[in-house]
């Protein structure tokens, strides 16, 4: 899968070997109040080969405080990564540039 990086992004990682999702990281530093949602340019561009889609979901970490993400990116899609973040908990949350805020998930389809 081919990836190309904005200014200030981070390339995705793996934390293990073997986990199915790739990290994504903020370039900025930013709050998420209570029963908020931002959109956070991630800067990644990824190519999602054909019979492939993208799907972008929760750090477990991030869930276990309330704060959830979603969404999908299909083939053909080249734009820059735009994590939503949505805030359940009750209280805010700081993003720090640099912190894991969401993962892509790449299957078969």
């Known amino acids: 899968?081919?990836?190309?990086?904005d200014a200030g992004a981070k390339?995705?990682?793996?934390?293990?070997?073997?986990?199915?999702?790739?990290d994504l990281?903020?370039?900025?530093?930013?709050w998420l109040h209570p029963g908020q949602h931002i959109a956070i340019d991630t800067g990644?561009?990824?190519e999602i080969p054909e019979g492939f889609v993208g799907f972008?979901?929760?750090?477990s970490g991030l869930m276990a405080k309330g704060i959830t993400s979603r969404g999908t990116i299909d083939c053909g899609y080249t734009g820059s990564i735009k994590a939503v973040l949505y805030n359940h908990g009750s209280e805010g949350y700081q993003i720090k540039a640099g912190d894991?805020?969401?993962q892509l998930v790449v299957l078969p389809c």
Do not use: C, E, F, N
């Open 100 to 102: 894991k805020i969401t």
């Open 44 to 46: 990644v561009h990824v």
């Open 25 to 30: 990281y903020s370039p900025v530093s930013t």
């Open 56 to 59: 972008i979901t929760s750090k």
């Open 11 to 22: 390339m995705p990682t793996r934390g293990h070997r073997y986990d199915a999702g790739l």
């Open 1 to 5: 899968m081919k990836i190309k990086l």
